[in-house]
């Protein structure tokens, strides 16, 4: 017998709660095989409907390639998609930073004065590349027999810091560090690895700082 039950919670402690009751009734009752769906709903890291607007200040960027550029694709994103998913008006600053983890007060407070409700960004973005040969082997099928050949390959080690702050408060409301790495691509492909890359990265930041709803099934007792 298979009993499937439906629970949306948002405390942990009630979660577990009520998932020790359900065992203890299922056992009692003689559950063979217990499924329950879990609609959780985790608490968000920065609550974007309580902003209007998002600040933007382009990432202080070291070592990126010579021929790439990471203005557009910065944009691209924090102008566009972030602010596009949360309803905010995106607008880019220019503030002069050395440190975005420590912003002086004052120049948050000058934010606040200008732009109602706002979201402020600021971080880091560190790009490293590295060329390495490696030995590969292919079949020459007309002549039967395996070929040896050198080919140079290239390493690109994507960094990125972000910091969000609300200028209202003054305060930092969240910071987190992310890495992506590719480690085999050819030369001509290097703008489109550091694209991919980028992406990467911000994809796992928008989960990371967004609202989380995760419906899933657990099999949570067998006998």
Not at 25 to 46: F, M, N, W
Not at 89 to 107: G, M, N, R, Y
Not at 165 to 193: C, I, M, V
Request: aromatic fraction near 8%; charged fraction near 30%.
């Amino acid at each position: 017998m298979i009993k499937k039950n439906r629970i949306k919670l948002k405390s942990p402690i009630r979660l577990t709660l009520t998932l020790l009751s359900i065992i203890l009734v299922s056992i009692s009752c003689g559950t063979q095989d217990l499924k329950v769906y879990l609609e959780i709903t985790l608490p968000d890291r920065v609550d974007f409907t309580s902003y209007k607007t998002l600040l933007f200040n382009p990432l202080i960027t070291t070592g990126l390639p010579e021929g790439l550029n990471s203005d557009h694709i910065q944009s691209d994103f924090f102008m566009g998609d972030l602010p596009r998913q949360n309803k905010l008006i995106p607008i880019k600053t220019s503030l002069s930073i050395t440190d975005p983890e420590k912003i002086e007060p004052a120049a948050l407070t000058e934010l606040a004065g200008q732009h109602e409700k706002a979201l402020f960004i600021a971080g880091n973005l560190d790009i490293s590349t590295k060329t390495h040969s490696m030995v590969r082997e292919r079949r020459d099928e007309k002549i039967r027999k395996r070929i040896r050949s050198i080919v140079k390959l290239n390493q690109m080690i994507l960094k990125m810091d972000l910091f969000v702050y609300s200028p209202d408060s003054g305060k930092l409301l969240w910071k987190k560090s992310y890495t992506q790495q590719e480690n085999e691509y050819p030369s001509e492909r290097e703008a489109f690895t550091f694209r991919s890359l980028f992406y990467k990265i911000t994809d796992r930041f928008s989960r990371d700082i967004g609202l989380q709803e995760r419906r899933v099934r657990r099999t949570l007792l067998e006998q």
